[in-house]
């Protein structure tokens, strides 16, 4: 039976040759250049071999350390291409070639670690809105969305993504703006009343004005905010770069020093291939790698080295409410049964009539049913009024679920007085109430809400024992549902009523004050804030497209105690690193004053260096 991966393995090969050419070409270079070495008189073609293999091999290394020096950035890289440089002009290319060799490995091995597929923003634009259905003369067409024109009338049917921003102008509108807002209840909309684009119609057909072109409404301002935001983001110094600014300068006066006390100029090469910074090369590529697959083991995808060094220095904790610290999605909060029936009677007429409803908190409240019951009733005579209710019969009985101004709106005294009873019992903020009637008689209530993830208390907690300066909440939602979740969540900081530019806005501010800030979110209207932040991280399982392109991190479950695990776990990757790097560091300054003195010449600090490497991969797989 021939296994999959064997097929595959040709193929990955081949691509691993294609996209690093450089570290397979040294390889056989040098391979090649000791075979022709050992054989006798070959020596000097070994040697040609081994030469061109350094010229062609290491040119390209040469000219990215150039041009990264002429857009200031200073690197580990410059001790290798001083390294590559001088074993060139001294025609000494065995140490060059093994330099050349372990730079674009380390590279290699990096930049292989990352090459994960991402989502790219030009796809998440097929998502955004692309028709609408503009009425003129009596006649409807479709149009493209970029066609539409302000002041056009457009006509939303059922299931429609809002084209554009406008006012309704005829009908009531439902309209589910979970994927702006976050929040997971939907909103019902009278005439006058603001729709945005991007919000889906679940209720029924109705009219609207276009106050909006598609370029200025608000789906594709949040798409732009995600560019601004990641072309905004500076770029981070990585842990080796801190400390190659040092090592380089006190490397190149070591072998400058050797020189004057040998007179002997390979001692300058000697210096520079002992102190090509392999710890620096190795040391956080294979620790950073080793923390990601740990991660990955977690659920946690972690797209660059820079984030995984970030979060483990994270100062402040950024949460979304609905979605990351709530399930952001309606869940039956309590059942509510008047006095002369029991909660799960009142549970399985409900659930029955709802068997037929296309409304999102009818599947939350079928969902129930079916876990409690084995087998729900098909109701009979089913109607449904979008936006406000439904009825039917169940059995002999006939049902009606619906909002408090079905009830209110009908001549019925006795529901009118029970609703203000349970009005003032329930503290309905942030919550939706779905009335049930029975035979034209109050049968009780059903609440639905957003509810607190289970964990979110003891990962603050644990955040804070991390080190974490402060826990923030932002929010679209009102300010006294926010109050509400953030005391149950234990986070004192909040800010909301923001909208997604406000998001982002808040989160610049914080990084004017803090170094790093970690921003976690799921929606659509998170996006900015996450391309904003320090380190972005989407709660990926529920979460939008758009999130998880615009994040650093994507948890792949939707579970937020993963935040601090990925901080946990880039904590020790850096500790790691760390280790390796100092250790590394350590032995390579006592090989360059070895080398500096003339005991260790080119070729055996080569050979050194290699045995180096080994030790320092060994100590940063520790990380895994």
């Given at each position: 039976m021939i296994n999959n991966n064997d097929i595959h393995k040709p193929a990955k090969i081949t691509t691993f040759v294609k996209n690093y050419p450089i570290p397979i070409f040294a390889i056989i270079g040098l391979l090649v250049g000791g075979i022709f070495h050992e054989i006798p008189n070959q020596q000097e073609l070994g040697k040609w071999i081994w030469f061109i293999t350094l010229v062609i091999g290491g040119a390209p290394i040469i000219w990215q350390t150039v041009r990264d020096m002429l857009h200031l950035h200073f690197a580990s890289d410059i001790v290798a291409l001083l390294a590559i440089v001088a074993a060139i002009l001294m025609n000494n290319a065995f140490p060059g070639l093994v330099i050349v060799l372990m730079q674009s490995g380390g590279k290699?091995?990096?930049?292989?670690?990352?090459?994960?597929?991402?989502?790219?923003?030009?796809?998440?634009?097929?998502?955004?809105?692309?028709?609408?259905?503009?009425?003129?003369?009596?006649?409807?067409?479709?149009?493209?969305?970029?066609?539409?024109?302000?002041?056009?009338?457009?006509?939303?049917?059922?299931?429609?993504?809002?084209?554009?921003?406008?006012?309704?102008?005829?009908?009531?509108?439902?309209?589910?703006?979970?994927?702006?807002?976050?929040?997971?209840?939907?909103?019902?909309?009278?005439?006058?009343?603001?729709?945005?684009?991007?919000?889906?119609?679940?209720?029924?057909?109705?009219?609207?004005?276009?106050?909006?072109?598609?370029?200025?409404?608000?789906?594709?301002?949040?798409?732009?905010?995600?560019?601004?935001?990641?072309?905004?983001?500076?770029?981070?110094?990585?842990l080796a770069d801190r400390y190659a600014v040092l090592f380089t300068p006190v490397t190149i006066c070591i072998s400058l020093l050797g020189w004057l006390l040998t007179n002997n100029v390979e001692t300058v090469l000697a210096v520079l291939v002992v102190a090509t910074p392999c710890p620096l090369i190795f040391a956080t590529p294979v620790a950073i790698i080793s923390g990601i697959n740990k991660a990955a083991k977690s659920n946690i995808i972690i797209k660059t080295g820079a984030a995984i060094e970030q979060v483990g220095k994270v100062q402040v904790v950024v949460f979304d409410k609905t979605g990351t610290?709530?399930?952001?999605?309606?869940?039956?909060?309590?059942?509510?049964?008047?006095?002369?029936?029991?909660?799960?009677?009142?549970?399985?007429?409900?659930?029955?009539?709802?068997?037929?409803?296309?409304?999102?908190?009818?599947?939350?409240?079928?969902?129930?049913?079916?876990?409690?019951?084995?087998?729900?009733?098909?109701?009979t005579d089913f109607h449904e009024l979008p936006g406000a209710g439904v009825s039917g019969h169940v059995k002999d009985e006939y049902i009606q679920i619906g909002s408090q101004s079905v009830f209110e709106n009908s001549t019925n005294i006795e529901f009118t007085q029970y609703i203000q009873e349970v009005k003032k019992q329930i503290n309905s903020d942030g919550k939706m109430l779905a009335f049930v009637g029975i035979n034209s008689k109050p049968a009780g209530v059903i609440i639905f809400e957003d509810k607190i993830r289970p964990n979110v208390n003891s990962t603050v907690k644990q955040l804070k024992e991390l080190g974490v300066k402060q826990i923030i909440m932002l929010t679209g939602d009102s300010l006294d549902n926010a109050k509400n979740i953030a005391k149950q969540a234990g986070i004192t900081n909040l800010e909301a009523n923001l909208l997604p530019e406000q998001k982002v806005l808040a989160v610049k501010k914080l990084r004017q004050q803090f170094e790093n800030v970690v921003m976690t979110g799921d929606g659509i209207n998170d996006a900015p804030a996450l391309a904003a932040s320090t380190v972005g991280i989407a709660m990926g399982a529920h979460g939008t497209a758009i999130s998880a392109e615009a994040a650093d991190i994507v948890l792949l479950v939707d579970d937020i105690s993963k935040v601090s695990t990925v901080i946990e776990i880039s904590q020790k990757t850096l500790r790691v690193a760390k280790q390796s790097i100092f250790i590394g560091l350590g032995v390579s300054f006592v090989f360059m004053a070895m080398a500096s003195l003339g005991y260790i010449p080119p070729a055996i600090g080569a050979l050194l260096q290699e045995a180096l490497d080994v030790g320092v991969i060994l100590n940063a797989i520790r990380a895994r």
């Open positions: 290699a091995l990096e930049d292989h670690a990352f090459k994960k597929a991402s989502f790219s923003l030009d796809t998440l634009l097929a998502h955004s809105p692309r028709f609408a259905h503009r009425k003129k003369d009596q006649d409807l067409e479709e149009i493209n969305v970029s066609d539409v024109r302000i002041g056009d009338l457009l006509l939303v049917r059922p299931g429609d993504l809002i084209p554009v921003d406008g006012k309704i102008i005829h009908g009531q509108a439902e309209i589910d703006e979970s994927s702006l807002t976050g929040e997971p209840l939907p909103k019902i909309k009278k005439i006058g009343e603001q729709v945005f684009s991007g919000t889906i119609n679940i209720g029924n057909a109705f009219e609207m004005n276009a106050d909006k072109i598609s370029g200025e409404s608000q789906y594709a301002k949040i798409i732009q905010l995600v560019r601004n935001a990641q072309q905004e983001k500076a770029p981070i110094q990585r610290i709530t399930f952001g999605v309606p869940i039956i909060g309590k059942i509510i049964p008047a006095s002369n029936m029991s909660s799960d009677d009142l549970l399985y007429k409900a659930a029955s009539l709802e068997q037929l409803s296309s409304h999102p908190a009818a599947s939350v409240l079928v969902k129930k049913g079916q876990e409690v019951f084995e087998k729900l009733t098909i109701p």
